[in-house]
């Protein structure tokens, strides 16, 4: 009797333990699933997460700006006038007028002397030369005189206007003591109030837009001109005159009445700097339009379009001071002017560190 009892205990007990070890088992089994399942939904979600915070990174409004495009110098108010004397605010004010509206007094129906091409120094030197990075002349007053590796000379400010007159205008040097020179540099002067002597302003000027690493392109140029600049510019690059017939409404980009090859935008890399930030119209530094390698590659395009000559034989005395995108040789490197005028630059500038 008690052995029986003793067998049945046995069997009670294994039968128990095996169920036992067969529960703890598909218990861990379990455990083991709802584990994993955790740790997928853990890596799934954090995925997302990551996701989203990248996503919620490019859109976030509060980015490091650039600092080339903040507090930027900024042309003094009009009121400011009242402590000029009335001959002097007459002048400025005069001057002010003849670098807008240039081609009225010395283009080629101009009415004090034919002396230019009919484009207005405005065209280029934007908002009458107070346009942040749109060529304006906040530097001028107080950086001039300087030397000018150009010429070889120190220059003062009649001569650098009269570059302009010479080269963007393709037309004739205005004479020093006429009252439109002087007009011309009491307002320069004007623009320079409050600029420290020898400092050039931030926003000064024309941006320097960083080298491609390939070539300029006239070919991709020439897609970006006919989508964002044949409309107003034309597809001769001639512009198209104003009613007046004595300036233009747009200016022309090429062609015979365009700046002559001696024009400082007649550089590829002041170009593309110019109408990054200022093109199409109505385009500024806070909001540019063309990627920079669309500006290159338009640059390289109108660059290389029939312009009118210059004789250049007198510029850049000491020939290893030419910049690197100057594109007439002799050079003191061996590039050819081919790459001096459309790049690759960085064998260039690497040459002459
Ligand atoms: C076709 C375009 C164009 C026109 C038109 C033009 N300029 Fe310029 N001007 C330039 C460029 C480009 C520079 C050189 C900018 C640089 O090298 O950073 C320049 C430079 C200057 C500078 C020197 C600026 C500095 O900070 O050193 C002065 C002054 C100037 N121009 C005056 C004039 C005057 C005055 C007129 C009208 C008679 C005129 N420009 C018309 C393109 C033009
Ligand atoms: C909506 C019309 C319009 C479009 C589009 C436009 N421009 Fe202009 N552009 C102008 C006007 C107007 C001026 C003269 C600005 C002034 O006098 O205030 C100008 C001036 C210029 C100048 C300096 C003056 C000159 O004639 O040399 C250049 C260079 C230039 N534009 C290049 C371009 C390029 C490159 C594009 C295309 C990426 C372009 N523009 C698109 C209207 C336009």
């Known amino acids: 009797m008690y052995s029986k009892f003793k067998l049945f205990l046995f069997y009670l007990l294994t039968a128990d333990l095996k169920s036992t070890y067969s529960t703890i088992l598909s218990g861990f089994i379990a455990l083991l699933i709802v ?29 490091v700006p650039d600092s080339n495009f903040t507090h930027v110098w900024t042309a003094p108010s009009d009121w400011r006038m009242m402590y000029l004397t009335d001959s002097q605010k007459e002048l400025v004010l005069y001057g002010r007028e003849l670098i807008a509206h240039t081609s ?138 104003a009613a007046t017939g004595k300036s233009y409404t747009y200016p022309p980009l090429w062609g015979k009445n365009s700046y002559n090859v001696g024009a400082g935008l007649f550089r590829i890399s002041n170009f593309a700097g110019y109408v990054k930030y200022n093109m199409p119209q109505g385009t500024t530094y806070e909001k540019p339009q063309l990627s920079d390698e669309e500006a290159w590659d338009v640059a390289a395009y109108v660059n290389s379009m029939p312009r009118p000559a210059k004789d250049l034989s007198r510029d850049w005395p000491d020939i290893s001071k030419k910049p690197f995108d100057h594109p007439f040789g002799p050079y003191t490197d061996s590039f050819s002017e081919n790459q001096h005028k459309y790049g690759p630059y960085g064998p260039i500038k690497e040459f002459y560190k």
């Not at 997928?40 to 997460?49: D, E, Q």
């Not at 080629?108 to 120094?121: A, E, Q």
């Not at 000379?153 to 037309?171: A, H, M, P, W, Y």
């Open 104 to 241: 009225d007094y010395l283009g080629p129906k101009g009415s004090v002397r034919f002396m230019s091409n009919g484009m207005n120094c405005q065209n280029c030197h934007l908002n009458a030369g107070t346009q942040p990075w749109g060529n304006n002349y906040f530097a001028v007053e107080s950086t001039y005189p300087k030397f000018r590796a150009r010429s070889g000379t120190n220059e003062n400010q009649i001569k650098r206007v009269n570059d302009c007159f010479e080269r963007s205008l393709n037309g004739l040097a205005l004479d020093s003591t006429s009252r439109e020179m002087r007009a011309i540099l009491a307002y320069i002067k004007w623009l320079g109030t409050d600029v420290e002597k020898k400092v050039a302003p931030k926003g000064s000027g024309i941006y320097k837009l960083k080298l491609m690493k390939r070539a300029s392109d006239p070919k991709k140029g020439e897609a970006v001109y006919l989508a964002k600049c044949q409309s107003c510019h034309q597809a001769d690059g001639a512009g198209i005159l």
């Open 35 to 63: 584990f994993i399942f955790v740790l997928v939904g853990i890596f799934i979600y954090t995925k997302s997460a990551i996701k989203q915070v990248d996503s919620i990174k490019k859109t976030e409004v509060f980015q």
